[in-house]
């Protein structure tokens, strides 16, 4: 399969300009990966929690899916686009995201900080849901560009580092320098590259993110009575910084 086609359980925009192929086996069954006289192949990584191999130029990934308590084929796509993606040169964010006219806001995080429920909620504020848990972004000179559709580019305008906290009373925006902005990025980024020339463009696109985007720490309150209530208030933050993209757009 190829990755910019429609995948059944991949709720995911963006990766119309990656052209992969994606083969799914079972050692079990034969003795050869169908990645044989594809070219040169290395092991998946473990982060990725998959066995079988990619191509050093991200061109393909061969699956091994013999086991029995192995993800379903959605899961596992989901878990190497991000390295297929780096080794073609291109940067994804571990983020959810909405989107205005403006720009999109993306929400990164660790897993289970709350990421897909935030972008979720923030639908009933009529801000378009475009990402769940990836977030393919695009450098374009100091320009960062989100493809969400084959026709449909939008700038990636501000970055929130989620966490939650249980004695939170609100939601809490604080801004962040470009430092620790990029020190943030490289701890929730797909660092388990181990091609230099590959790690050195993620590098690069996660620096010029870090100088372009404004970005903020935002901790919101770990309690489910108050959720309401910080989604309205980070709705509230996100309408202030469409309007500062819109009325002053060389300030951002």
Known sequence: MFSNQPVPGLAQCGYYDLDVEILFYSQGRTNAAPSAGKGNGVPFHRATGLRGHIAEDGRWAAIDEGSDQWPDRAVCIRRVLPFLAALQGKVTLHASAVATPAGV?????????????LSSCLEKFDLRAVADDLLPCRMQGDFVAVPLGQDDTLPLRGLYF????????????????????????????????????AWATQFAAYTSIARTVPSYDLVVPDALPRLNASVAAVREMIAEQAFQAVSHPAET
């Open 105 to 117: 806001y993306a929400f990164v995080g660790a897993s289970g900080a709350g990421k897909s429920t």
């Open 162 to 197: 989620l966490s939650r906290q249980d004695s939170l009373e609100s939601a809490r925006r604080t801004p962040l320098n470009s430092a620790d902005c990029l020190k943030r990025l490289l701890v929730h980024g797909f660092g388990e590259i181990s091609i230099k020339t």
